[in-house]
């Protein structure tokens, strides 16, 4: 991925109020990124929860997730506040992602 320095990592993710099938696989594909990152590389949004001004580099208990994504787990609702598990921490949803 360009211009990141954080890596890209997977980690078995728990989703809030889903429960997935017996053999489902709940490993996620993510990224850390900087915070002028979606507007250098001119990623839209979907949907944000807040101003990503708002959001301070390295604050704990956010991320943003792309829309198919927020299709999958939150098909017809909004994911915008909703709550999963990467790895060891619980993070809200705070934007979705046009990707």
């Not at 990623?43 to 299709?71: C, D, K, L, R, Y």
């Not at 787990?73 to 990707?99: C, F, N, Q, T």
């Amino acid at each position: 991925m360009p211009l990141t320095d954080g890596g890209i990592a997977f980690a078995n993710v728990a989703i809030d109020g889903y429960a997935p099938a017996k053999d489902e696989d709940m490993r996620l594909h993510y990224e850390t990124v900087g915070p002028g990152y979606f507007q250098t590389m001119r990623i839209p949004f979907v949907h944000a929860g807040i101003s990503m001004s708002e959001i301070q580099e390295g604050a704990p208990g956010v991320v943003i997730i792309n829309e198919t994504m927020a299709g999958r787990y939150w098909p017809g609702g909004d994911a915008i506040g909703r709550r999963l598990k990467l790895a060891k921490d619980w993070l809200e949803i705070v934007g979705i992602a046009k990707m």
